[in-house]
């Protein structure tokens, strides 16, 4: 390891990683990570952080959200924690870190009978954004974020623009 022997912690690599990966455009969900993470390992060592402590981490967030959602924590800490070793040589190696198996969930079909009855259940003002969303089957923020100058009422076309 380089630099001083000065002991480096949690707090200075998070630190380190928001202030070199600005320009993603994930950071600003990195950044909500690295808090939530921030409050289990404030302080916390970095020479002392094994793949124990990261199953631990991993098993107190699996009790608030997903597999998927704790694998994306999970891969956040990885990525700090080669870049710690690999470019800030702050580590002498990476722990393993074992992913949850994502559930493969089967995608479901609303029946007619339920289009109706949810149809039915709704405000006026949510009808015309429910049944455009029914019939291209674009999900609540591409709806909802469409924009004038994406649709084409001439040729009753709409443009819409994923994120990448």
């Not at 124990?52 to 967030?61: H, R, S």
């Not at 074992?98 to 007619?112: A, C, D, I, K």
């Amino acid at each position: 390891m380089s630099e001083t022997n000065t002991p480096k912690f949690w707090d200075d690599v998070a630190a380190q990683w928001i202030k070199e990966t600005k320009h993603k455009r994930t950071h600003d969900e990195d950044c909500r990570k690295l808090i939530w993470i921030a409050k289990h390992w404030q302080g916390c060592r970095l020479v002392t952080i094994d793949r124990f402590k990261i199953q631990a981490l991993g098993d107190i967030k699996l009790a608030q959200a997903t597999e998927s959602t704790v694998n994306r924590y999970l891969a956040l800490i990885r990525a700090i924690l080669r870049r710690a070793w690999r470019e800030w040589e702050w580590l002498p190696k990476v722990p393993f870190i074992r992913f949850y198996p994502e559930s493969r969930r089967r995608v479901r079909w609303l029946e007619t009978a339920e289009v109706e009855t949810l149809f039915n259940e709704l405000h006026e003002h949510q009808k015309p954004p429910f049944v455009f969303a029914l019939s291209t089957g674009l999900r609540h923020a591409n709806v909802l974020g469409l924009r004038w100058d994406q649709i084409d009422l001439k040729t009753r076309v709409s443009m819409v623009r994923f994120r990448p």
